[in-house]
């Protein structure tokens, strides 16, 4: 009998970082403040429903990648959904979509963050589409996927 081995992308992460089998420049962000949302999905969720929310594991590859972030007040299982959830941005809900996300910008507005890095996709898309609503369009919404592979040092 075949057994099987899953890992989330955080897991892949870690590992690679951790084994050295990719290093990370820090530099590369230096003069950036970013902040780091908790998905629904990957957090509160999966905490009520697997017994382990992704908490820790997003927030140290991001101290891989860079010095200067900070977390949103409140956070983990306390973090405020963005309005995207369920994917949303299909739905035609777009006023109460947009609603909705009005606390998660405050919270983004009061971290003083240029950088938002996310690990969902849902999240990811509604950050864009709404950020012009409350005129942050030039926060930068990053992957956190996308984060590393902007600090990778080829060669």
């Known amino acids: 009998m075949k057994k099987y081995h899953f890992v989330t992308v955080f897991d892949l992460l870690i ?52 010095d200067h972030w900070r977390d949103l007040y409140p956070c983990q299982m306390n973090q405020i959904c963005c309005g995207g959830g369920g994917g949303t941005l299909t739905t035609g809900y777009n006023e109460e979509r947009i609603f909705y996300a009005r606390r998660k910008f405050d919270q983004i507005r009061t971290s003083g963050a240029d950088m938002l890095v996310v690990p969902c996709h849902s999240c990811h898309g509604q950050f864009n589409a709404v950020k012009k609503e409350y005129g942050m369009e030039t926060l930068e919404v990053k992957y956190l996927w996308e984060l590393v592979a902007d600090c990778l040092v080829v060669g």
Do not use: V
């Not at 951790?18 to 957090?43: E, Q, V, W």
């Open 15 to 66: 590992e690679y970082i951790r084994d050295k089998k990719i290093r990370l420049d820090k530099s590369r962000f230096k003069d950036r403040m970013a902040t780091y949302h908790d998905p629904c999905n990957y957090g509160r969720q999966a905490q009520r429903h697997f017994g382990h929310g992704f908490f820790e594991e997003p927030r140290w590859i991001l101290s891989q990648c860079m």
